[in-house]
Each structure stands twice: as C-alpha cells, then as structure tokens.
C-alpha cells in the first residue's frame, strides 16, 4: 500500500467528522472558508508545515501557536479542531484532511472539481468559456475550476476531471511525436 493511501484512510474520518460536525451545526460553508484560510496560510509557510510536522516539537507549543495564529481569524469550533488534530498527532495531515473535506462538500453539494494546469494564466473570459464548456460535457451545474500555471507545457493546456485527462498541450504533443518517432 502506498504512502498516499495510507494518509487517504487516515485523514478521511476526520475531514468526515468535520463535515458531519459542520452540518449539525450548520455552519458547512463557514468551516470551508475557514479551511480555505488555514490552507492559503499554510501553503504560504514553508516554515509553518515543517514545524506542525516536527514530532520533537512539545504538543503545548504547537499548540500555542496555533492559537496565537488562528485566533479570532477562524471559527473556534475550527480551532479546536486543529487542536484536536495536534493532540493526536495527526496535524501534519491538516492538508489532506482540508482537502477531503472540501471533495466532500463538494460531492454535497454536487459540484465537480476541474484541474487545470496551463502554461499561463487563463483571463476570467477564458476560466467562464472553460467552465460552461465542462458543464456542457458533464451535464454538471455545479463546476470548480483548480487553476495551476506550469511552464513546463510550453504552451496549451491539460484538463483534469476525476480520472479522465485532456492533454492539449505543446508538451503532450511532442511527446506523442516522440512516441511515434522511436516506436518506427
């Protein structure tokens, strides 16, 4: 079993009992952007992810930190999630977790997530064309699109949606020629 599926079976029954918790309590999209929050902060902190992931680091001061960070920016049923996480020494899995619980209020809420890694960045005209498109092709009502930039593909782009991935470009397509180049 790999690594990932292990940290997938972990996190999962947190980010399910976050969003059970979250639905008694009424407050789903609330829990998401504070989630969101958190995620933006982390994922701006390189410093911030090796400290929670420090398991040398005393539970009390990863505490305090947490706190000292969050505090009054996030819902303290959230907060104490967090700190929930950190007395079970599973808060280096936060990320994760963040992301299962927004794929499960997003399948709650029927909406499909599209990743899409371009070249450049795409203009609000282009991300709507896009969208409306994959509507059209999902028979979805519900669409989030996932924008990454990535220079690496010279020029076009690649679309993914579940398992299913559209490769259209520059990058995608030499390798095809190449394919066909040696295979001759």
Same mark, same amino acid.
């Given at each position: ?70 505090? =009054? ?82 020029? =076009? ?14 990058? =995608? ?9 040696? =295979?001759?």
């Amino acid at each position: 079993m790999s690594s990932n599926n292990i940290i997938d079976k972990i996190s999962i029954p947190y980010a399910e009992a976050l969003l059970s918790l979250a639905k008694d309590n009424n407050f789903i999209s609330e829990a998401e952007q504070n989630l969101l929050f958190i995620s933006t902060t982390l994922s701006n902190s390189r410093d911030l992810q090796l400290f929670l992931a420090n398991p040398l680091i005393n539970v009390l001061v990863k505490k305090k930190v947490i706190t000292n960070l969050f505090k =009054g920016d996030i819902n303290n049923f959230i907060l104490n999630f967090l700190l929930v996480l950190i007395d079970r020494r599973r808060i280096p899995l936060l990320l994760t977790i963040i992301n299962k619980y927004l794929e499960l209020t997003y399948k709650l809420n029927a909406i499909i997530i599209v990743e899409l890694f371009t070249s450049i960045e795409f203009s609000k005209t282009q991300q709507e064309v896009l969208i409306d498109t994959i509507k059209d092709i999902t028979n979805s009502r519900n669409v989030k699109l996932v924008m990454t930039v990535d220079s690496s593909l010279i020029g =076009g782009f690649i679309i993914k949606i579940g398992s299913k991935v559209i490769d259209a470009s520059l990058a =995608g397509k030499l390798r095809k020629i190449s394919f066909y180049l040696n =295979g001759s």
